[in-house]
């Protein structure tokens, strides 16, 4: 099980297990533990780092500067020059990774430092490879076998009572290799053993003390992988002996994981087989799709302890021959087009060989990570992806979570969404690029939460980002003004002090008028004189608890008393004119009446 390792400035940490990615910090030494031909990282953090160098067997213990980040912005993500095609290097802030892509078995016994830009060491740390394969190293009751060198298996404690022999392979149930009857003590002769299957041999041989019984692989070695054999008295209900058998080919190819052995284009093009003899000599060869084995190159034995140089018969390979491993590396023409095609490497007779699928692959690198958290305390990530490639397109994007800089737990893979389009480069290849995201429900507790993120295929994982939670502060303040005058907009905002906003920030609203922290009241109006708005505000769920403060706000209208109008005269003066007129022309009338009477009577 891969284990990531976080360790705080001045915690001294001793490392036990193989890691695949392993952060260290100031002032720690400590030993890392990989499997060679594995692409581990290691990444320095807590300053900037200005550069990454070397010390071991390999520079005959003088410090070799391997990388430089010196010339990286402050912040931002940047490549690091690098002085050897072994390593790659990147610097994001305070955050730098080394990764390693070749020759990982290299930098055994050697120390990786990592200094500050002022180049005052800070991180020294040292490497120890582990042979690959390591196939029993996390199973119980487990032994490795050579195919061609195999180990017996030693059964004992049954010296008065018959045992038998099983085996029991994948998806097939368990069946009878051989018996061996009890052993006659007093003669100290072999006792007899029967076997049911010539690919294997028993012998057992016992005194008064004890028993033993030896059960040696004699052919089809390789038919063992992944089964489990047994000794047993036929009347126990627990064998003697029970081990699960992983067969190691004798010639092998370490890195081939579920038949295929994955390179990096234009970067990790290394394949390693190992497992021959010094007498023994080898060849390397290929075989494209739908087309017949070609010969790589042909390498000699190493019996005066001097290997000869390989035969290469294709220029666009290398080889190396070593007492117990060759390396055939990818030097030229176009990585693409080996894809699916088949690598083996075998003694001359073929007798013994390991061959293993060609997977073409790109690796991807998160760059431009960010993380925002909202007023829900639900947290989203995001990264982008420049450039991948994975034969069939099975690129995975992962998200870590640390809520102590220490532990580390996986973010759900339904929280993680990538989306990817495909896009051709200046060469004609295809490959993808887009972006990831993740989103993540937090607590209310003030903390810092940090992620990491990881592309596959790619360099392992790397860190990403913090997100830290902090409460507001209590006081509330407002840019209401004293007075508004009738008639006019009212327009004002409610929010934390300056410098206590916290985060995610608090959820401020005017209670019974607005969700926001706006109060908005278009043409002011005298009744609302005197009106008192509270603004409040809550930090997660609204609960008492949550409601953090309040700020009351009173509305006072501005307006003015209106004049009393002034009498009016003009329509008194008309009135009063007219009803003079009036009785003007009454008279008139009456005394021209009055004439006409008279005269008719003096008539």
Known sequence: ???????????????????????????????????????????????????????????????????????????????????????????NGDISTLFFVDN??????????????????????TINI????????????????VEDQPTPITCQGAQDKDIYWSVT????PENRIGNCSKCATKSHLPCTCHTHNGDYSIT???????????????????????????????????P???????VIPAYRLPACNNSKVALYENSNRRIRCEGMELSQDMYWSITYPNMTEHTVAECGNCENEMCPQCDVKIDDFSVERNQTFSVLRMTAGNDRDKEGAIVKCSKLNNATNHQCQLSIRYPGAPENSSLVVDSNFTVTGRVQVNKVYEPDGSVACLWYHSPDNVSIEDVPTSAIHLNLFSFTDDNGLEYLRGTCTMTMQLNASEMTHYFHVEIQPGGGRTFAD????????????????????????????CSHCTAQHGNPPATISWRDVTGTAVLHLPSVHRNLNGTEFVCTSVWGE????????SENYTLLVAYDEPEPEPFPWVVVAVVVGATVLVIIIVIAIVVVVYRRRGNIVMT
């Open 542 to 549: 609204e609960t008492p608890d949550g409601v953090l403060s």
């Open 1 to 91: 099980m891969e284990q990531t390792v976080l360790v705080f400035c001045c915690f001294t940490v001793c490392f036990t297990q193989v890691d695949s990615s392993t952060v260290m910090r100031c002032s720690v030494n400590a030993t890392f533990h990989f499997v060679e031909d594995q692409t581990p990282n290691i990444t320095c953090s807590g300053f900037p780092v200005g550069y990454w160098s070397l010390t071991g067997p390999p520079t005959g213990g003088q410090e070799l500067r391997i990388g430089d980040c010196s010339s990286c912005a402050p912040v931002g993500a940047c490549s690091c020059k690098t002085n050897t095609t072994d390593y790659s290097i990147t610097r």
């Open 130 to 145: 582990i042979k690959a394969p390591v196939l029993c190293q996390h199973a119980n009751n487990c032994i490795e076998i």
């Open 104 to 125: 990982l078995s290299g930098n055994n016994r050697s120390t990786i430092t990592c200094s500050r830009e002022d180049n005052n060491t800070c991180v020294t740390s």
């Open 466 to 493: 913090t997100v830290t939670i902090v409460k507001p502060g209590p006081n509330l303040t407002t840019t209401c003004p004293d007075y508004v005058t009738e008639g006019s907009d009212l327009t004002c905002e």
């Open 204 to 238: 057992r041989t016992g005194d008064k003390t004890t028993a033993v019984s030896i059960l040696q692989f004699v052919n089809n070695v390789a038919t063992n992988d992944n089964s489990t054999i047994k000794c047993s008295a036929p009347e126990d209900n627990q």
């Open 169 to 172: 392979r994948p998806s097939t």
């Open 240 to 246: 003697l002996v029970s081990v699960s058998i992983k």
